[in-house]
């Protein structure tokens, strides 16, 4: 995100050593672990994939025209989006850092219907309570031929996203989502549970869509997919 040559990112935390055993039984894909971290900016493997992602799809191109509603703003990437001067652009996250961020609940937005041609919430809706109210309010917010940008971490195995209340502690959470301020763990069902709320995937695959970039150059997952989805007609 920086345009900086480094010598390799850094991992997060200790790398695959420290994640849990059941996330990789589970074969969790979402962020590369071991190359996370620049250490010149900052920025994460998820928020250059996402950039990469935007700019193969020449949304980077077309900002201008949309008014564009960003969850819990990547710093480099909401920087990049701000200077495409977007015809709206609105920052949000339940707990804002910076004054620049409107303090929103994206289970329950203020802003009116179909307000938005783009939504971004990358590495948001695992966090969520209810995930199935916040993709009934992104589809509400959603302009008819809008799209939402919803990367979420899940595993390609587990034929049902699991949750459970009981379990609540951080360590119960770490071993159980993957970490510890997850509430749940996205399986197969993942793209019929958004189809239940309104959103139809589109989703594609990194390689395809990013054939000239060299992944471990890159710093990012090429498991990992781009997560686009539409209003369901
Ligand atoms: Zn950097």
Redesign the pocket.
């Given at each position: 995100?920086?345009s900086?040559h480094?010598g390799r990112f850094l991992p997060y935390r200790n790398g695959l050593s420290s994640m849990p055993p059941m996330m990789r039984a589970l074969e969790l894909i979402g962020s590369d672990v071991e190359n996370f971290e620049?250490p010149?900016?900052g920025?994460h493997d998820r928020e250059r994939h996402l950039f990469l992602f935007m700019q193969s799809l020449g949304i980077l191109m077309r900002l201008s025209e949309m008014r564009v509603l960003h969850f819990a703003p990547e710093r480099r990437l909401g920087e990049i989006i701000g200077q495409a001067e977007p015809a709206e652009y609105v920052r949000c996250d339940l707990m804002p850092s910076s004054p620049n961020i409107l303090a929103v609940n994206i289970e329950q937005m203020p802003f009116g219907s179909q307000s938005f041609d783009l939504v971004i919430a990358n590495h948001v809706l695992e966090h969520v309570r209810d995930d199935k109210e916040a993709i009934r309010e992104i589809a509400r917010v959603l302009a008819p031929a809008g799209c939402a940008i919803l990367q979420t971490p899940f595993s390609p195995v587990l034929k049902q996203t699991w949750s459970d209340p009981g379990i609540s502690s951080e360590q119960a959470r770490l071993q159980c989502y993957g970490q510890e301020d997850h509430v749940r763990l996205y399986g197969r069902d993942i793209f019929e549970r958004f189809e239940a709320c309104g959103l139809i995937a589109d989703v594609r695959h990194s390689d395809d869509m990013l054939p000239t970039i060299d992944a471990r150059q890159a710093g990012i997952n090429r498991l990992e997919p781009f997560m686009l989805f539409r209003l369901a007609v």
């Amino acid at each position: 995100m920086c345009s900086r040559h480094v010598g390799r990112f850094l991992p997060y935390r200790n790398g695959l050593s420290s994640m849990p055993p059941m996330m990789r039984a589970l074969e969790l894909i979402g962020s590369d672990v071991e190359n996370f971290e620049c250490p010149r900016c900052g920025c994460h493997d998820r928020e250059r994939h996402l950039f990469l992602f935007m700019q193969s799809l020449g949304i980077l191109m077309r900002l201008s025209e949309m008014r564009v509603l960003h969850f819990a703003p990547e710093r480099r990437l909401g920087e990049i989006i701000g200077q495409a001067e977007p015809a709206e652009y609105v920052r949000c996250d339940l707990m804002p850092s910076s004054p620049n961020i409107l303090a929103v609940n994206i289970e329950q937005m203020p802003f009116g219907s179909q307000s938005f041609d783009l939504v971004i919430a990358n590495h948001v809706l695992e966090h969520v309570r209810d995930d199935k109210e916040a993709i009934r309010e992104i589809a509400r917010v959603l302009a008819p031929a809008g799209c939402a940008i919803l990367q979420t971490p899940f595993s390609p195995v587990l034929k049902q996203t699991w949750s459970d209340p009981g379990i609540s502690s951080e360590q119960a959470r770490l071993q159980c989502y993957g970490q510890e301020d997850h509430v749940r763990l996205y399986g197969r069902d993942i793209f019929e549970r958004f189809e239940a709320c309104g959103l139809i995937a589109d989703v594609r695959h990194s390689d395809d869509m990013l054939p000239t970039i060299d992944a471990r150059q890159a710093g990012i997952n090429r498991l990992e997919p781009f997560m686009l989805f539409r209003l369901a007609v």
